[in-house]
């Protein structure tokens, strides 16, 4: 480390400069890694797309925004992207009618909803979701709220979770802009979550309390899946920080 207090460090420095800079050929390069590869632990299979139901859905929603796009996610199958490549999903909060035209039949949020346009889409377009907005408050909580500073746009992101346990990869995020206008809306969610466990709420309360892994054991699994040597003995549990 140079001392840049003195003279000489300064030297120091310049001549370390004049060497890099003053010859005529630099190698840049990396190293080889030494390890081999990490392995794909994800055993989900792949190639998801929507079902017939939702299929169902989606043709009602293009019918009222036909530039609308829908990717699908590969592994569950939901509506994992939606947007409109022309514009909006929906028009301002503050009209009555949204634009494109969407079913009035449908009960409306309370006006000082701020996710208004997000739970309004999820109602109407429940067919294309498996589900409407009574998932984010039966089985989900907000993980993340904010407003970008420079075009006050919304992005909220709800965290969906079984028993108080957060779902791998569980997440509806949407984005509102600062009109009301529902920019765009991507979901990870499971239309039931309970039943996707494949178990009542007596067999999930007995494995949650007995795990037939160890929080310790679970640690060293997981350092010895990227090439780490650690024991579960070895590994204590500390207060979170703050």
């Known amino acids: 480390m140079f001392n840049l207090n003195r003279t000489g460090g300064w030297l120091g ?20 890694p ?22 169902n859905g989606a043709t009602q929603l293009r019918a009222r925004i036909p530039a609308v796009r829908i990717d699908a996610d590969e592994v569950l199958g939901s509506p994992a992207w939606v947007m409109s ?53 039966n089985s989900a909580r907000v ?3 904010f407003v970008t500073p420079h075009n006050g ?18 997440l509806l995020i949407g984005h509102i802009t600062s009109k009301g206008e529902l920019v765009n809306l991507s979901s990870h969610f499971l ?3 309970a039943a996707a466990s494949q178990m009542d709420s007596a067999s999930r309360t007995t494995l949650e309390t007995k795990p037939p892994v160890s929080a310790q054991q679970a640690v060293a699994n997981a350092a010895t899946n990227i090439g780490e040597t650690l024991r579960a003995e070895d590994v204590t549990a500390v207060s979170p920080r703050l």
């Open 13 to 32: 420095i310049g001549a370390v400069v004049s060497c890099l800079f003053g010859s005529a050929t630099i190698g840049l390069g990396q190293f080889a």
């Open 34 to 55: 030494n390890q081999a590869p990490m392995l794909t632990l994800d055993k989900r299979a792949k190639g998801a797309v929507l079902s017939q139901g939702q299929e």
């Open 85 to 137: 490549t022309e514009g909006f999903l929906s028009g301002p909060t503050n009209q009555d009618e949204l634009i494109p035209k969407t079913a009035q039949t449908l009960p409306t949020p309370a006006n000082d909803d701020p996710y208004r346009p997000i739970t309004r889409f999820l109602n109407e377009n429940s067919v294309l979701f498996g589900h409407g907005s009574e998932v984010l408050t």
């Open 143 to 145: 993980k993340d709220d």
């Open 153 to 170: 746009m919304m992005s909220v992101v709800w965290e969906q979770q079984l028993d108080g346990i957060p779902v791998f990869e569980g």
């Open 191 to 193: 239309p039931n979550v």
